[in-house]
């Protein structure tokens, strides 16, 4: 006999925590919703950072030494009649990372009903941005011709992906090789490549960046004077205070770097709200100059 006391939130309306949050920019909706944490080792910070500074980084944060949780953000956004996903959690393909994957059950306790969504917006096609829409049951719910919005350069990465610059936990290449490829298959009629940018709905605009993947690309949101910018995996925690370590899942890291220091500079000066996958939730938040580098300002409580 075996006893599985693993504690696992249960599904629906009862979790303790309910894991979402909600905001509004001028007239667009925003819901940042959590798929989960992942549990990572804390080298995948930066893997081209001094072993004892990267320790003394966890330590100042109140972290262990060798692991480090990272949360998984996804958003949905109503703007214009328009209800929107923004990236979709991790879903079922990865399952020793238990504790993520919560994407559609949280959906659903915020009442969010899977056939209203008119449009996906991916960031990349990493799986704790995309697996949720290849959970169980996903696809046959959402509307059979739902635009996937993507871009062309992230497809056509996935098609023959390089990770020759990345440093991740044994086994996570091949997985990922299998969803990109998997998702590409399933929603292959579905997708809706743009080049540079592309604008989802009102005041819905999505922006290719590169550097995390080829593709890899930020969302902006404007309405009424108000700003926010979903991030991606463009910037992590530890990208405010060392913008220049090389997180182990950037695909092209420098330029990963650059692109992190350039949001995070345009941030700083616009002094606009941003939200990203892997900042503590509910990782709404404002950037700081702080000397050379960057500060994150956590967002005020207000709702
Ligand atoms: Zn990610």
Redesign the pocket.
Known sequence: MSLDNTPRPRPGHDELVPSRYALRVGEIDVMVVSDGVLSLPGAMLGHNADPAVRAAWLEDMFQPPDVLEWAVNAVVVRSSGRTIFIDAGMGEEFPDLPRAGRWVQRLEAAGIDLASVTDVVLTHM?M??CGGLLADGVKERLRPDLPVHVAAAEAEFWESPDFSRVSMPPGFPDALRRTGKRFLKEYHSQLRTFENEYEVAPGVIVQRTGGHTPGHSVVRLASGGDRLTFAG?AVFEVGFEHPDWYNG?EHDPAEAARVRVRLLRELAANREALVA??LSFPSVCHVAVDGDVFRWVPAFWDY
Do not use: L, N
């Open positions: 990493h704790d941005h995996d899942f996958t892997h």
